[in-house]
């Protein structure tokens, strides 16, 4: 990938699988007649057609997995704002153990400017700026398309101050929805733009807040990596009543055009992901997991099952997928595939069986005590 562009929907350009087993694979088309021109191209409809082909081979094992009160068939569901329900046509929606909504606010807001996304190394930088329909809009023009998925829904929760992020929730009411996920990387303007989810308090605040008005329903905090202490909040998080913790948001970064010197984002900076912070966030999600006895969904980096599985053994019970659905849409359904298969090469029947390192692991969808040093969160720890 490279270049940049000022859209936020994820690109369509990947290949489809093809057939049972196969991860990824390329276009083909009808072989050409002899001597006839070039090779004739594979429309979109072709490779549609394949990718959701009726397939014997489809998920057989047991990957289900409890989160709390919720219990979803999938280990794998989108990262917030990675993710449309106008994916329908590219990716088997009920591969998904969940769908998760872009961070609503509780009024309607725009973007920042362009450019909103780059490219970096081995990941990309987003600035979008979390426009929203506010909560009236979404619950008329968006919530009813999550739905449509059948996946069950968890909407993303923001706020610009502690207190919005119950008004959200309260406006949602008793809308149907299965989770909230309290996204506490946004600048808190009540202390001068510094991060909610850097100050334990204030996350420990909105999560009863917010629960107080989830109508008993599962409220997830989705934490932030950069803070002094991840566990710390982890904790705030967990005694506030979180039922899951999110491990974690995208990293702050820039990139500078090389030809003219400026940031290239026109909010100057944004948030880092993809493969080049899964080891920082594979981390961050080992250090929760020691440190909160509920389960843990790794988020950054993911997009082979093997990152998944990474994510697992270390701790976590599910992950999300962000970047990665923006080059290849259908990764997520690939990811599930290939865990499939991988309980099916290993002869086990369950997730946990496939999970488990050596036999160590009691059950993968409790979060996990990782053999290994005593989880310590000072990052000066372990450098060169
Ligand atoms: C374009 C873009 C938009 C995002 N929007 C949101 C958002 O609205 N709310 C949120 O909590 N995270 C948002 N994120 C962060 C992702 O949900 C995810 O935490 C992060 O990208 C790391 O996962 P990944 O490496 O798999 O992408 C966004 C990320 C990207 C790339």
New binding site residues.
Partial sequence: MSGRTGS?SPTLTAGPRHGAGHVGGHLTGPAPAAGVGPPARPTPEDARARFFAPDPARVTADLSVRLGSLLLDSPVM?????FGPELEGLLPMDRLGAV????VFSAQRGGNAAH??SETGM????S?G?PSPGVPGFLRDVLPRYHATGRPVVV?V?GLRPEEYAEVAEELGDAEYAAL?I?V?CPNLEHGGTEIGADPEAVARITREVRHRAGGRPVWV?LAPMVASVTEVARAAHRAGAEAL?V????PGMVVDPGTGRPVLGNTVG????????PL?LRLAWLVAQAVPVPVIG?????TAQDALDYLRVGAAAV???????ARPQAMAEIVRELDDRCAGAGVAKLPELVRPGGDHEDATTPTRHPGRSADDRPSRGNG
Wanted: charged share 10%.
């Fill in positions: 936020t989108p990262a917030s704002g990675c998760v909504t872009k961070t909103r996304l990941g990309m930088i987003n979008v979390i993303s923001g996920e996204n990387s989705k999110v974690a948001n995208s990293y948030g880092v992901s993809g493969p080049a912070v899964k966030s988020c950054g980096g993911v997009s999300q997928v962000g970047t990665a659905t923006f």
